[in-house]
């Protein structure tokens, strides 16, 4: 099972962005962002299950959406509104698989 997240980049405050990850091989399971920033612990950010439910950090809803594509290999992120404290490296995790990491900017 591979695991390898996409779309990071910088983005002024307030703006958005949206991270992919595409997992390959057989696994069909609860898909989990999770991001951590410079000096600080994993924090956990959102997931989906295969039925489509999804849950948030308090502080993300509502800007933040998770989503999945039908094959269950893939799952997005869109981030709105961002704030310069969001800047982290973003990772996905599939049960105990995890991608490289997409690297998030926010600053003017």
């Known amino acids: 099972v591979q695991v390898m997240e996409s779309g990071g980049g910088l983005v002024q405050p307030g703006g958005s962005l949206r991270l992919s990850c595409q997992v390959t091989?057989?696994?069909?399971?609860?898909m989990t962002w999770y991001r951590r920033a410079p000096g600080s612990q994993r924090e956990w950010v959102s997931a989906?299950?295969?039925?489509?439910?999804?849950a948030y950090t308090d502080s993300m809803k509502g800007r933040f959406n998770i989503s999945g594509d039908s094959a269950k290999t893939s799952v997005y992120l869109q981030m709105n509104d961002l704030k310069p404290e969001e800047a982290a490296i973003y990772y996905c995790?599939?049960?105990?698989?995890w991608g490289q990491g997409a690297i998030v900017a926010v600053s003017a």
């Open positions: 995790n599939v049960r105990e698989h």
């Open positions: 091989g057989t696994i069909l399971d609860a």
């Open positions: 989906i299950t295969p039925s489509g439910q999804t």
